[in-house]
């Protein structure tokens, strides 16, 4: 369906390096069209190092609100008048609000995006024994939503000093007690957990798991962050051991309807939402 384009209209948009394969722009437009609003969101391809330059730009120019995406979410922070707690916490954000008085406001909602695509699929963090596999940005935001929802947390990271940066900053925020295991000893951990996330790039390029998938089974729940290609080893490993499991989609879809109420003051319409990020990832 083709958009008209009025001087009137709002813009939004994701900033990041590289972007150009963002599902994004399919997802928010087919939103505001849902609601009636005469909004576009668009790409904007940013060079590492200018994320707070363009994120100050935005302000200039009256932008409605931004997503940010690698590598410019701690640029984002750091550019932003206000930050919610998750956002300050961790000095990252993924969500910029431009609001009318001029002020620039950032969130981050990659952590409640994921704990909402897990109760999508009947998965109650509260209480669970979740093993997220990873120290990025993901996986800390990942990591301090899933232990505010009452998760029992242990983080693995290749880097061992990285995931022992995660637990005192997501102790210190939550009050609770993340634990940090071996990477090199997976195993065990993935055979104790309720729920096993993959908050890493792994698989992206058909790279296998870290970890022998005979730890699965109908009993754990798997997640992937990784959600092209829709079925990474690590979720046919899975499949294979009838455990259930699901992509990062979800996690995208959640986290951009949390955008895009921030940005209008609407419920976001999540359906159409669904609809349009499974349909631009078939073009």
């Not at 951009?256 to 609407?266: D, P, Y």
Request: glycine fraction near 10%; aromatic fraction near 4%.
């Amino acid at each position: 369906m083709t958009q008209a384009i009025r001087g009137s209209t709002r813009v939004a948009g994701i900033i990041g390096d590289p972007v150009t394969h963002s599902r994004s722009p399919a997802i928010h437009n087919a939103a505001f069209r849902a609601v009636g609003l005469d909004w576009v969101y668009v790409a904007f391809p940013v060079a590492i190092g200018a994320g707070e330059e363009a994120v100050r730009a935005g302000r200039v120019l009256g932008l409605a609100g931004l997503n940010v995406t690698m590598p410019h979410k701690a640029a984002a922070a750091s550019a932003c008048d206000e930050l919610s707690d998750r956002a300050a916490t961790l000095g990252v954000a993924n969500t910029v609000v431009y609001r009318p008085d001029g002020t620039v406001a950032g969130d981050l909602t990659d952590g409640e995006g994921f704990v909402r695509a897990l109760a999508e699929h009947g998965v109650d963090a509260a209480g669970r024994r979740v093993l997220v596999i990873g120290a990025g940005g993901a996986a800390r935001a990942i990591t301090l939503a899933l232990a505010d929802a009452g998760a029992g947390v242990t983080v693995s990271a290749r880097r061992a000093d990285a995931a022992l940066e995660v637990a005192p900053l997501v102790n210190t925020a939550t009050g609770r007690d993340v634990a940090v295991a071996s990477f090199t000893a997976l195993d065990a951990s993935v055979g104790g957990a309720d729920v096993v996330v993959n908050a890493t790039p792994l698989g992206m390029n058909g790279e296998p798991p870290p970890f022998d998938p005979s730890f699965l089974g109908p009993t754990t729940f798997v997640a992937d962050t990784v959600y092209h290609p829709e079925e990474t080893p690590l979720l046919a490993a899975a499949r294979a051991h009838d455990a259930p499991c699901i992509n990062g989609l979800g996690m995208l879809v959640h986290q951009a309807a949390l955008a895009f109420e921030a940005w209008t003051g609407i419920q976001a319409p999540l359906e159409v939402m669904w609809t349009a990020a499974r349909a631009d990832g078939e073009t």
